[in-house]
Protein backbone atom coordinates (compact mmCIF):
# COMPACT_ATOMS: atom_id res chain seq x y z
CA UNK A 1 0.00 0.00 0.00
CA UNK A 2 1.34 3.54 -0.90
CA UNK A 3 0.25 6.78 1.19
CA UNK A 4 0.47 5.38 4.35
CA UNK A 5 -1.25 7.25 7.41
CA UNK A 6 -1.84 7.84 11.04
CA UNK A 7 -4.92 9.39 11.74
CA UNK A 8 -8.16 8.39 11.85
CA UNK A 9 -11.09 10.44 11.82
CA UNK A 10 -14.22 9.52 12.95
CA UNK A 11 -17.15 9.57 9.34
CA UNK A 12 -13.80 8.70 6.91
CA UNK A 13 -13.29 5.90 5.09
CA UNK A 14 -10.04 3.46 4.72
CA UNK A 15 -8.68 1.18 2.80
CA UNK A 16 -6.99 -1.12 5.82
CA UNK A 17 -5.17 -4.36 5.48
CA UNK A 18 -3.36 -6.63 7.94
CA UNK A 19 0.38 -5.84 8.69
CA UNK A 20 0.50 -9.29 9.28
CA UNK A 21 1.84 -10.19 5.43
CA UNK A 22 1.15 -14.10 5.90
CA UNK A 23 -2.29 -13.51 7.37
CA UNK A 24 -2.87 -10.93 4.65
CA UNK A 25 -1.87 -14.11 1.84
CA UNK A 26 -4.05 -16.60 3.69
CA UNK A 27 -6.87 -14.12 3.96
CA UNK A 28 -9.44 -12.90 1.62
CA UNK A 29 -9.81 -9.60 2.32
CA UNK A 30 -6.34 -8.44 4.77
CA UNK A 31 -7.29 -9.99 7.53
CA UNK A 32 -8.38 -6.47 9.07
CA UNK A 33 -11.02 -7.75 11.57
CA UNK A 34 -8.92 -10.36 12.98
CA UNK A 35 -5.64 -8.25 13.74
CA UNK A 36 -8.30 -5.57 14.87
CA UNK A 37 -9.66 -8.11 17.47
CA UNK A 38 -6.13 -9.05 18.29
CA UNK A 39 -4.74 -5.40 19.20
CA UNK A 40 -8.45 -4.81 21.00
CA UNK A 41 -7.34 -7.90 23.42
CA UNK A 42 -3.27 -6.91 23.39
CA UNK A 43 -3.56 -3.77 23.89
CA UNK A 44 -6.52 -3.89 27.44
CA UNK A 45 -8.80 -2.27 25.14
CA UNK A 46 -11.36 -4.56 25.98
CA UNK A 47 -11.21 -8.17 28.24
CA UNK A 48 -12.67 -10.27 25.61
CA UNK A 49 -13.60 -10.47 22.27
CA UNK A 50 -17.06 -12.31 21.17
CA UNK A 51 -15.58 -14.77 17.86
CA UNK A 52 -17.92 -16.65 16.25
CA UNK A 53 -16.02 -19.85 14.33
CA UNK A 54 -16.94 -22.70 12.26
CA UNK A 55 -18.73 -25.26 14.57
CA UNK A 56 -15.97 -28.33 14.55
CA UNK A 57 -14.12 -27.17 11.26
CA UNK A 58 -17.79 -27.21 9.32
CA UNK A 59 -18.10 -23.78 7.93
CA UNK A 60 -21.81 -24.43 7.44
CA UNK A 61 -22.59 -24.30 11.06
CA UNK A 62 -21.33 -21.70 13.52
CA UNK A 63 -20.61 -21.43 17.37
CA UNK A 64 -20.13 -18.04 18.86
CA UNK A 65 -16.62 -18.27 21.38
CA UNK A 66 -15.11 -15.75 24.41
CA UNK A 67 -11.41 -15.27 23.85
CA UNK A 68 -9.57 -13.60 26.82
CA UNK A 69 -6.22 -13.73 24.58
CA UNK A 70 -5.71 -12.61 21.55
CA UNK A 71 -2.64 -15.96 20.58
CA UNK A 72 -6.23 -17.96 20.62
CA UNK A 73 -7.20 -16.16 17.29
CA UNK A 74 -4.69 -18.06 14.93
CA UNK A 75 -5.81 -17.41 11.28
CA UNK A 76 -7.87 -14.99 9.57
CA UNK A 77 -11.43 -15.59 10.51
CA UNK A 78 -13.30 -15.01 7.39
CA UNK A 79 -16.91 -14.47 6.74
CA UNK A 80 -19.67 -17.29 7.36
CA UNK A 81 -23.08 -17.13 5.63
CA UNK A 82 -24.35 -19.30 7.81
CA UNK A 83 -23.97 -17.71 11.34
CA UNK A 84 -26.37 -16.05 13.22
CA UNK A 85 -26.04 -16.57 16.46
CA UNK A 86 -27.54 -13.89 18.80
CA UNK A 87 -25.05 -12.14 19.74
CA UNK A 88 -27.39 -9.51 21.58
CA UNK A 89 -29.09 -11.27 23.79
CA UNK A 90 -25.66 -13.51 24.28
CA UNK A 91 -24.14 -10.23 25.85
CA UNK A 92 -27.36 -9.71 27.89
CA UNK A 93 -27.83 -13.10 29.24
CA UNK A 94 -24.44 -14.14 29.88
CA UNK A 95 -21.88 -11.28 29.70
CA UNK A 96 -24.00 -9.33 31.93
CA UNK A 97 -24.77 -7.14 29.69
CA UNK A 98 -21.41 -5.70 29.54
CA UNK A 99 -21.72 -4.18 32.88
CA UNK A 100 -18.31 -4.76 34.18
CA UNK A 101 -16.40 -6.06 31.40
CA UNK A 102 -14.94 -4.76 28.30
CA UNK A 103 -16.06 -6.89 25.09
CA UNK A 104 -15.48 -6.47 21.51
CA UNK A 105 -17.53 -7.96 19.26
CA UNK A 106 -17.98 -8.57 15.10
CA UNK A 107 -21.75 -7.79 14.58
CA UNK A 108 -23.93 -7.75 11.67
CA UNK A 109 -26.30 -4.67 10.92
CA UNK A 110 -29.30 -6.37 12.65
CA UNK A 111 -26.60 -7.06 15.37
CA UNK A 112 -25.68 -3.84 16.25
CA UNK A 113 -29.32 -2.56 16.15
CA UNK A 114 -30.29 -5.20 18.90
CA UNK A 115 -27.47 -4.53 20.84
CA UNK A 116 -28.33 -0.67 20.49
CA UNK A 117 -31.86 -1.00 21.41
CA UNK A 118 -30.82 -3.43 24.41
CA UNK A 119 -28.29 -0.33 25.36
CA UNK A 120 -31.27 1.60 25.77
CA UNK A 121 -33.42 0.01 27.84
CA UNK A 122 -30.33 -0.36 30.56
CA UNK A 123 -29.83 -4.11 28.90
CA UNK A 124 -26.36 -3.52 28.10
CA UNK A 125 -23.71 -1.14 28.81
CA UNK A 126 -22.72 0.07 25.24
CA UNK A 127 -19.90 2.00 26.68
CA UNK A 128 -18.09 -1.58 27.70
CA UNK A 129 -18.69 -2.70 24.03
CA UNK A 130 -16.62 -2.36 20.87
CA UNK A 131 -18.23 -3.49 18.13
CA UNK A 132 -16.92 -4.14 14.91
CA UNK A 133 -19.32 -4.12 12.23
CA UNK A 134 -19.59 -5.74 8.44
CA UNK A 135 -20.80 -5.10 5.92
CA UNK A 136 -23.78 -7.26 5.05
CA UNK A 137 -26.05 -8.56 2.18
CA UNK A 138 -27.42 -11.78 4.19
CA UNK A 139 -27.31 -15.09 5.80
CA UNK A 140 -28.75 -18.63 5.51
CA UNK A 141 -30.30 -21.41 7.13
CA UNK A 142 -27.86 -23.96 7.66
CA UNK A 143 -29.72 -26.72 5.95
CA UNK A 144 -30.98 -24.59 3.53
CA UNK A 145 -28.33 -23.60 2.43
CA UNK A 146 -27.02 -27.26 3.08
CA UNK A 147 -29.96 -28.04 0.37
CA UNK A 148 -29.27 -25.55 -1.71
CA UNK A 149 -25.43 -27.19 -2.49
CA UNK A 150 -26.46 -30.21 -2.95
CA UNK A 151 -29.76 -29.88 -4.91
CA UNK A 152 -28.80 -26.95 -6.57
CA UNK A 153 -25.36 -27.02 -7.13
CA UNK A 154 -24.83 -30.44 -6.77
CA UNK A 155 -21.57 -30.66 -4.83
CA UNK A 156 -21.17 -31.71 -1.37
CA UNK A 157 -21.06 -29.16 0.87
CA UNK A 158 -17.70 -30.47 2.66
CA UNK A 159 -15.88 -29.54 -0.50
CA UNK A 160 -16.91 -25.97 -0.82
CA UNK A 161 -14.43 -23.59 1.16
CA UNK A 162 -16.45 -20.44 0.64
CA UNK A 163 -19.13 -18.48 -0.34
CA UNK A 164 -20.39 -15.33 -1.37
CA UNK A 165 -23.40 -12.98 -2.49
CA UNK A 166 -22.65 -10.73 -5.22
CA UNK A 167 -25.86 -8.56 -6.58
CA UNK A 168 -27.79 -11.07 -7.60
CA UNK A 169 -25.36 -14.03 -7.36
CA UNK A 170 -24.63 -16.74 -5.15
CA UNK A 171 -21.19 -18.12 -6.02
CA UNK A 172 -19.37 -20.70 -4.18
CA UNK A 173 -15.61 -21.77 -4.15
CA UNK A 174 -14.86 -25.54 -3.95
CA UNK A 175 -11.80 -26.99 -2.94
CA UNK A 176 -10.10 -27.77 -6.30
CA UNK A 177 -10.41 -23.49 -7.05
CA UNK A 178 -13.39 -24.03 -9.25
CA UNK A 179 -16.02 -21.31 -8.75
CA UNK A 180 -19.57 -22.22 -9.62
CA UNK A 181 -22.75 -19.66 -9.92
CA UNK A 182 -26.30 -19.47 -9.33
CA UNK A 183 -28.42 -16.95 -9.52
CA UNK A 184 -30.06 -15.90 -6.10
CA UNK A 185 -33.42 -13.87 -7.16
CA UNK A 186 -34.60 -17.12 -9.00
CA UNK A 187 -33.76 -18.83 -6.28
CA UNK A 188 -35.72 -17.24 -3.78
CA UNK A 189 -38.32 -16.40 -5.76
CA UNK A 190 -38.88 -20.09 -5.51
CA UNK A 191 -38.78 -20.69 -1.88
CA UNK A 192 -34.80 -21.41 -1.85
CA UNK A 193 -32.08 -18.51 -0.58
CA UNK A 194 -31.30 -16.25 2.29
CA UNK A 195 -33.18 -15.85 5.44
CA UNK A 196 -36.73 -14.19 4.54
CA UNK A 197 -35.74 -11.37 7.25
CA UNK A 198 -32.45 -11.10 5.03
CA UNK A 199 -34.20 -10.58 1.90
CA UNK A 200 -35.98 -7.64 2.94
CA UNK A 201 -33.08 -5.98 5.24
CA UNK A 202 -32.14 -2.39 3.82
CA UNK A 203 -29.51 -1.86 6.43
CA UNK A 204 -26.24 -2.65 4.35
CA UNK A 205 -23.63 -1.26 6.50
CA UNK A 206 -23.52 -1.18 10.01
CA UNK A 207 -23.05 3.08 10.56
CA UNK A 208 -24.61 2.53 14.29
CA UNK A 209 -21.29 0.35 15.40
CA UNK A 210 -17.87 1.37 16.13
CA UNK A 211 -16.29 0.71 12.52
CA UNK A 212 -17.85 -0.83 9.43
CA UNK A 213 -16.07 -3.41 7.70
CA UNK A 214 -16.10 -4.83 4.18
CA UNK A 215 -15.29 -5.68 0.92
CA UNK A 216 -17.46 -3.15 -1.50
CA UNK A 217 -14.51 -1.41 -3.23
CA UNK A 218 -11.66 -2.85 -2.80
CA UNK A 219 -12.58 -6.27 -3.48
CA UNK A 220 -9.69 -7.71 -5.72
CA UNK A 221 -6.96 -6.21 -3.42
CA UNK A 222 -6.51 -8.44 -0.55
CA UNK A 223 -7.95 -5.50 1.67
CA UNK A 224 -11.07 -4.29 3.28
CA UNK A 225 -12.86 -0.77 3.01
CA UNK A 226 -13.19 0.52 6.57
CA UNK A 227 -15.40 3.56 7.84
CA UNK A 228 -14.67 5.01 10.85
CA UNK A 229 -18.60 5.45 12.85
CA UNK A 230 -17.45 6.15 16.39
CA UNK A 231 -14.86 8.57 18.42
CA UNK A 232 -14.37 4.74 19.95
CA UNK A 233 -13.54 3.33 16.46
CA UNK A 234 -11.10 5.63 15.81
CA UNK A 235 -9.51 5.26 18.72
CA UNK A 236 -8.98 1.90 17.91
CA UNK A 237 -7.96 1.92 14.39
CA UNK A 238 -5.64 5.25 14.88
CA UNK A 239 -4.13 3.26 18.45
CA UNK A 240 -3.73 -0.08 15.79
CA UNK A 241 -1.80 1.60 13.12
CA UNK A 242 0.29 3.44 15.54
CA UNK A 243 1.17 -0.27 16.73
CA UNK A 244 1.90 -1.40 13.08
CA UNK A 245 -1.26 -4.28 13.34
CA UNK A 246 -3.44 -2.43 10.47
CA UNK A 247 -2.05 -0.27 7.79
CA UNK A 248 -4.48 1.79 6.22
CA UNK A 249 -4.76 4.43 3.18
CA UNK A 250 -7.21 7.00 1.92
CA UNK A 251 -9.32 5.08 -0.72
CA UNK A 252 -9.61 6.22 -4.28
CA UNK A 253 -12.56 8.01 -5.81
CA UNK A 254 -13.31 4.83 -7.76
CA UNK A 255 -13.37 2.18 -4.89
CA UNK A 256 -16.24 4.95 -2.72
CA UNK A 257 -18.15 4.82 -5.84
CA UNK A 258 -17.85 1.02 -6.64
CA UNK A 259 -18.75 0.85 -2.75
CA UNK A 260 -21.95 3.09 -2.76
CA UNK A 261 -23.12 1.49 -5.89
CA UNK A 262 -22.86 -1.80 -4.18
CA UNK A 263 -24.92 -0.81 -1.37
CA UNK A 264 -27.51 0.87 -4.30
CA UNK A 265 -28.12 -2.80 -5.52
CA UNK A 266 -28.62 -4.59 -2.08
CA UNK A 267 -30.86 -1.87 -1.06
CA UNK A 268 -32.45 -2.09 -4.19
CA UNK A 269 -33.12 -5.81 -3.86
CA UNK A 270 -34.05 -5.58 0.09
CA UNK A 271 -37.11 -2.95 -1.45
CA UNK A 272 -38.37 -5.30 -3.96
CA UNK A 273 -38.82 -8.06 -1.16
CA UNK A 274 -40.18 -5.74 1.09
CA UNK A 275 -42.50 -4.21 -1.48
CA UNK A 276 -43.76 -7.83 -1.92
CA UNK A 277 -44.10 -8.73 2.00
CA UNK A 278 -46.38 -5.54 2.00
CA UNK A 279 -48.43 -5.64 -0.87
CA UNK A 280 -48.96 -9.32 -1.16
CA UNK A 281 -52.52 -8.71 1.15
CA UNK A 282 -53.12 -5.65 0.05
CA UNK A 283 -56.25 -6.66 -2.14
CA UNK A 284 -57.27 -8.95 1.49
CA UNK A 285 -60.04 -6.87 3.53
CA UNK A 286 -58.78 -6.11 7.20
CA UNK A 287 -60.63 -9.04 8.59
CA UNK A 288 -59.35 -11.05 6.01
CA UNK A 289 -55.88 -10.57 6.52
CA UNK A 290 -56.13 -10.54 10.30
CA UNK A 291 -58.04 -14.19 9.31
CA UNK A 292 -54.72 -15.16 7.29
CA UNK A 293 -52.56 -13.95 9.91
CA UNK A 294 -54.68 -16.30 12.59
CA UNK A 295 -54.49 -19.05 10.47
CA UNK A 296 -50.69 -18.96 10.84
CA UNK A 297 -51.02 -18.55 14.45
CA UNK A 298 -53.15 -21.16 15.04
CA UNK A 299 -50.22 -23.42 14.84
CA UNK A 300 -48.23 -21.77 17.78
CA UNK A 301 -47.30 -24.32 20.10
CA UNK A 302 -46.28 -21.76 22.85
CA UNK A 303 -43.00 -23.01 22.90
CA UNK A 304 -42.06 -19.17 24.17
CA UNK A 305 -39.16 -19.49 21.39
CA UNK A 306 -40.16 -16.41 19.54
CA UNK A 307 -40.03 -14.84 22.64
CA UNK A 308 -36.76 -16.31 24.70
CA UNK A 309 -34.76 -15.04 20.89
CA UNK A 310 -36.21 -11.88 20.60
CA UNK A 311 -33.64 -9.42 21.72
CA UNK A 312 -36.08 -6.77 22.55
CA UNK A 313 -38.25 -8.89 24.71
CA UNK A 314 -36.40 -8.37 27.85
CA UNK A 315 -38.58 -7.89 30.49
CA UNK A 316 -37.48 -10.28 33.86
CA UNK A 317 -41.67 -11.07 34.11
CA UNK A 318 -43.18 -11.76 31.27
CA UNK A 319 -46.86 -10.78 30.91
CA UNK A 320 -47.27 -13.98 28.57
CA UNK A 321 -46.37 -16.61 31.67
CA UNK A 322 -49.04 -17.76 33.18
CA UNK A 323 -48.78 -16.59 36.80
CA UNK A 324 -49.25 -13.06 35.22
CA UNK A 325 -53.13 -14.21 34.44
CA UNK A 326 -53.13 -12.83 31.10
CA UNK A 327 -52.77 -15.84 28.65
CA UNK A 328 -54.49 -18.68 30.17
CA UNK A 329 -51.87 -21.35 30.78
CA UNK A 330 -52.58 -25.37 29.19
CA UNK A 331 -54.73 -24.21 26.13
CA UNK A 332 -52.73 -25.12 22.70
CA UNK A 333 -52.82 -22.94 20.38
CA UNK A 334 -52.58 -20.11 23.12
CA UNK A 335 -55.38 -17.20 23.61
CA UNK A 336 -54.60 -14.62 20.77
CA UNK A 337 -53.32 -12.41 23.30
CA UNK A 338 -50.19 -14.46 23.65
CA UNK A 339 -49.28 -13.44 20.08
CA UNK A 340 -50.74 -10.17 19.98
CA UNK A 341 -49.30 -9.29 23.32
CA UNK A 342 -45.66 -9.99 22.06
CA UNK A 343 -46.41 -8.44 18.73
CA UNK A 344 -47.54 -4.96 20.55
CA UNK A 345 -44.34 -5.25 23.13
CA UNK A 346 -41.65 -5.37 19.87
CA UNK A 347 -43.48 -3.77 17.05
CA UNK A 348 -41.88 -0.73 17.34
CA UNK A 349 -38.83 -1.60 18.16
CA UNK A 350 -38.02 -4.76 15.55
CA UNK A 351 -34.60 -5.00 14.24
CA UNK A 352 -35.88 -7.08 11.75
CA UNK A 353 -33.01 -10.02 13.34
CA UNK A 354 -35.11 -13.13 11.84
CA UNK A 355 -34.82 -14.78 15.61
CA UNK A 356 -38.02 -15.42 16.27
CA UNK A 357 -38.58 -17.20 13.07
CA UNK A 358 -35.53 -19.28 12.90
CA UNK A 359 -36.69 -20.99 16.47
CA UNK A 360 -39.81 -20.82 15.88
CA UNK A 361 -41.29 -25.19 15.19
CA UNK A 362 -44.10 -24.04 13.75
CA UNK A 363 -42.59 -22.46 10.77
CA UNK A 364 -44.82 -18.73 11.46
CA UNK A 365 -43.49 -16.41 9.20
CA UNK A 366 -43.40 -14.23 12.66
CA UNK A 367 -40.43 -11.65 10.92
CA UNK A 368 -42.53 -11.48 8.23
CA UNK A 369 -45.69 -10.04 10.58
CA UNK A 370 -43.51 -8.05 12.75
CA UNK A 371 -41.71 -6.50 9.45
CA UNK A 372 -45.12 -5.48 7.91
CA UNK A 373 -46.10 -3.66 11.61
CA UNK A 374 -43.16 -2.20 12.25
CA UNK A 375 -42.46 -0.79 8.60
CA UNK A 376 -46.26 1.14 9.33
CA UNK A 377 -45.74 2.11 12.53
CA UNK A 378 -41.86 3.44 10.89
CA UNK A 379 -44.73 6.13 8.84
CA UNK A 380 -46.17 6.75 11.92
CA UNK A 381 -43.45 7.81 14.40
CA UNK A 382 -40.58 8.11 12.25
CA UNK A 383 -38.77 5.56 14.71
CA UNK A 384 -36.07 3.74 12.74
CA UNK A 385 -34.80 0.70 15.98
CA UNK A 386 -31.45 0.57 16.36
CA UNK A 387 -29.46 3.53 15.04
CA UNK A 388 -29.20 6.32 17.36
CA UNK A 389 -29.24 5.09 21.34
CA UNK A 390 -30.42 8.52 21.92
CA UNK A 391 -33.84 8.07 20.48
CA UNK A 392 -36.44 6.59 22.59
CA UNK A 393 -38.77 3.74 21.21
CA UNK A 394 -41.82 5.39 20.16
CA UNK A 395 -44.18 3.35 22.28
CA UNK A 396 -42.54 4.34 25.31
CA UNK A 397 -42.64 8.30 24.50
CA UNK A 398 -46.12 9.10 22.70
CA UNK A 399 -46.39 12.56 21.84
CA UNK A 400 -49.73 14.64 22.72
CA UNK A 401 -49.82 14.80 18.62
CA UNK A 402 -48.95 11.39 18.22
CA UNK A 403 -51.79 10.31 21.03
CA UNK A 404 -54.37 12.10 18.41
CA UNK A 405 -52.85 9.60 15.20
CA UNK A 406 -55.64 7.10 14.50
CA UNK A 407 -54.04 3.96 14.59
CA UNK A 408 -56.18 1.94 13.71
CA UNK A 409 -56.90 3.62 9.95
CA UNK A 410 -53.15 4.28 10.12
CA UNK A 411 -52.40 0.41 10.56
CA UNK A 412 -55.20 -1.80 9.23
CA UNK A 413 -57.05 0.47 6.62
CA UNK A 414 -54.25 2.21 4.25
CA UNK A 415 -52.63 -0.63 2.55
S1 LIG B 1 -31.04 -9.10 8.79
FE1 LIG B 1 -29.68 -7.79 7.56
S2 LIG B 1 -27.88 -7.48 8.79
FE2 LIG B 1 -28.97 -9.22 9.69
S3 LIG B 1 -28.04 -11.02 8.76
FE3 LIG B 1 -29.79 -10.46 7.51
S4 LIG B 1 -29.02 -9.09 5.89
FE4 LIG B 1 -27.46 -9.26 7.49
S1 LIG C 1 -39.50 -9.70 16.58
FE1 LIG C 1 -38.17 -11.23 15.59
S2 LIG C 1 -37.17 -10.09 13.94
FE2 LIG C 1 -37.99 -8.57 15.36
S3 LIG C 1 -36.32 -8.12 16.79
FE3 LIG C 1 -37.55 -9.77 17.73
S4 LIG C 1 -36.54 -11.68 17.07
FE4 LIG C 1 -35.78 -10.02 15.72
S1 LIG D 1 -41.72 -19.83 18.52
FE1 LIG D 1 -43.53 -20.27 17.24
S2 LIG D 1 -44.52 -22.00 18.23
FE2 LIG D 1 -43.09 -21.17 19.73
S3 LIG D 1 -44.33 -19.71 20.93
FE3 LIG D 1 -43.39 -18.55 19.28
S4 LIG D 1 -44.93 -18.53 17.64
FE4 LIG D 1 -45.48 -20.18 19.07
Avoid at 260 to 271: F, L, P, T
Avoid at 314 to 327: D, H
Avoid at 386 to 395: A, C, R, T, Y
Wanted: contains cysteine.
Amino acid sequence: MSGVIDVVEVGECYVAKSANREWVEKSRHGAVITSLLRYALDSKTVDVALVVEAREGYRFDSVLSIVKESSEIKEPIGAFHCATPNIAKFIKNYLDGARDLKVAVVVKPCDARAIIELAKRNQINLENVLMIGVNCTGTFSPTAFEKILREEFGVDPSSVVYEDIEGDSLIIELENGEQRELNLRELEERGLGRRENCRRCDVKIPRMADLAVGKWGVENDKASLIEVCTSKGAKLLEEAVRANAIVIEKPSEEALRIRDEKVEEAVASARYWQEKALSELSRLSPKERLAHWFRYLDKCVKCFGCRDACPICYCVECYLEPTRGLVPPGEIPPSKLFPLVRLAHVADSCVNCGQCEDVCMADIPLSKLTFILNKQLQEVFHYVPGVSVEEMPPLTVVTDEELLVDLTTALFEKR
